[in-house]
């Protein structure tokens, strides 16, 4: 279960941490467009700026690529090259079509989660109810942690199966479970108030079009709709951390498509 147990940070404290992150991210983003057709910002810095980001929180970044620009992400000299070298041979097969790498500066994490662009496109469509990604081990669970609109939570283990030298796992769109849709990740991380610092022209129609199926989908689970029991706020995992104005963002959008 994700813990709901936090304590704010003080809140000169969040705005220093949100600023040295901004700073961070402004740093490295010349570097990642030759890797990308778009980057996006997520997680606590795009959802808790100046509200809940702590010294110990991290960089989340949506990195959309293609088989030819993933070739230069060794270039960057920032991630482990025996893990990039395998990634990109099983990304340029199409063994799976999503990994996850990291890097460490200023004692901030930068958690880079690199897409295909065809295949993310195609998965907040909802056209696809899962993709492929490579893992670095098999020896640890991957847990997905999913919540309904009206905040059930569902936890499940997607397994993971070796191909040759490659581990994968399958990493659910969304999942439907006794009459309740649950989003999960590659949709929630885009509805929380993203910020797309390179490739809108790429992202924000699909985005929007992806807020118009998912309160569709609110619509077809609870009709008519309450929106006190039952919204896309709390389908949002850590959406307690979130700040009042992410908040407003996201009751906000769910009012508008409801209006339409």
Avoid at 5 to 30: G, I
Avoid at 33 to 57: C, E, M, Q
Avoid at 159 to 185: A, G, H, Q
Avoid at 205 to 214: E, F, M
Wanted: net charge negative.
């Amino acid at each position: 279960m994700l813990t709901k147990k936090f304590t704010l940070p003080d809140p000169e404290v969040a705005r220093k941490e949100t600023q040295k992150r901004l700073n961070l991210l402004n740093e490295f983003l010349p570097s990642f467009l030759p890797i990308s057709t778009a980057v996006v910002s997520f997680g606590s810095l795009a959802t808790g700026r100046n509200y809940s980001v702590h010294k110990d929180s991290d960089i989340d970044l949506l990195i959309l690529t293609t088989p030819e620009k993933a070739k230069q992400i060794s270039d960057l000299k920032l991630f482990d090259e025996k893990q990039l070298g395998l990634y990109i041979e099983g990304y340029e097969r199409e063994i799976a079509r999503q990994f996850s790498l990291n890097f460490i500066k200023e004692e901030v994490s930068l958690e880079c989660h690199f897409w295909d662009e065809s295949a993310y496109l195609d998965t907040i469509s909802l056209l696809k109810a899962e993709t492929m990604r490579f893992r670095s081990s098999d020896t640890t669970p991957s847990t997905n942690y999913s919540y309904s609109f009206d905040g059930s939570e569902y936890v499940t283990e997607p397994p993971s199966m070796r191909k040759d030298k490659w581990i994968i796992s399958p990493f659910p769109t969304y999942l439907e479970k006794e009459n309740k849709f649950y989003p999960c990740r590659p949709l929630t991380n885009v509805l929380g108030n993203p910020f797309i610092v390179h490739g809108e022209n790429v992202l924000k129609d699909k985005i929007n079009s992806l807020w118009t199926l998912i309160v569709k989908k609110l619509v077809e689970n609870r009709s008519p709709v309450d929106l006190s029991e039952c919204n896309i706020l709390k389908s949002l995992p850590g959406h307690w951390k979130f700040s009042p104005e992410t908040e407003q963002y996201v009751m906000t959008r769910t009012e508008q498509e409801l209006q339409k």
